[in-house]
Antibody, heavy 122, light 107 residues
Framework: QVQLQQWGAGLLKSSETLSLSCAVY????????WSWIRQSPGKGLEWIGE???????NYNPSLKSRVTMSLDTSKSEFSLRLHSVTAADTAVYYC????????????????WGQGTLVTVSS | DIQMTQSPSSLSASIGDRVTITCRAS??????FNWYQQKPGEAPKLLIY???ILQSGVPSRFSGSGSGTDFTLTISSLQPEDFATYYC?????????FGGGTKVEIK
């Protein structure tokens, strides 16, 4: 059974860079896009962006200037970096698999990581 | 961006009640639409995909309908384990977006 396990620093100061990673256990990065999604009390669930096994990315335009996603196929890991964070970036961050296996065309999020609370202090 | 507007934002219901949650997209999204359930401290769980297809393992009391801009999630007979927050999500265009959530509480 495929599982996602994520980790990263939970406490940052303003202007620092958020860095999170997510490992795929029981599977590989091939064949799917892999997303980062965050959840804050003020803005609900927000899709940050996605990366596929070839390194192709799609980012949310609202965060695009500060986001970098990367992957290490040898380790079946993908990562998120969010630069120049502020208190508004305080949220629980999730990694998730963007899947369309059941529909062929309609993406959905069936597999999620456990979530990482990131708090940005000033 | 496509805006997803859920209503109500919260509701109180009793065990056995029929519950309906609606979600409206700011433009037509065909059936590129999913529903999720989230309990405190947990990641969202996929309930329904492609607007009306029940995810494997999800009880049949959950159903989804709609296409275009208007969508509905129905719980036919509310059970204790259904008290949670429900989110809609569109997959029609990037950025993928979610509704603001509907919290279902015990009356």
């Amino acid at each position: 059974q495929v599982q996602l396990q994520q980790w990263g620093a939970g406490l940052l100061k303003s202007s620092e860079t958020l860095s999170l990673s997510c490992a795929v256990y029981g599977g590989s990065l091939s064949g799917n896009y892999w997303s980062w999604i965050r959840q804050s009390p003020g803005k609900g669930l927000e899709w940050i962006g996605e990366i596929n096994h070839s390194g192709s990315t799609n980012y949310n335009p609202s965060l695009k200037s500060r986001v970098t996603m990367s992957l290490d196929t040898s380790k079946s890991e993908f990562s998120l970096r969010l630069h120049s964070v502020t208190a508004a970036d305080t949220a629980v961050y999730y990694c998730a698999r963007t899947d369309d296996t059941l529909t062929g065309t309609i993406p959905y999020f069936e597999l999620w990581g456990q979530g990482t609370l990131v708090t940005v202090s000033s | 961006d496509i805006q997803m507007t859920q209503s109500p934002s919260s509701l109180s219901a009793s065990i056995g009640d029929r519950v309906t949650i609606t979600c409206r997209a700011s433009q037509s999204i065909s059936n590129y639409f999913n529903w999720y359930q989230q309990k405190p401290g947990e990641a969202p769980k996929l309930l329904i995909y492609a607007a009306s297809i029940l995810q494997s393992g999800v009880p049949s009391r959950f159903s989804g309908s709609g296409s275009g801009t208007d969508f509905t999630l129905t719980i036919s007979s509310l059970q204790p384990e259904d008290f949670a927050t429900y989110y809609c999500q569109q997959s029609y265009s990037i950025p993928l977006t979610f509704g603001g959530g509907t919290k279902v509480e015990i009356k």
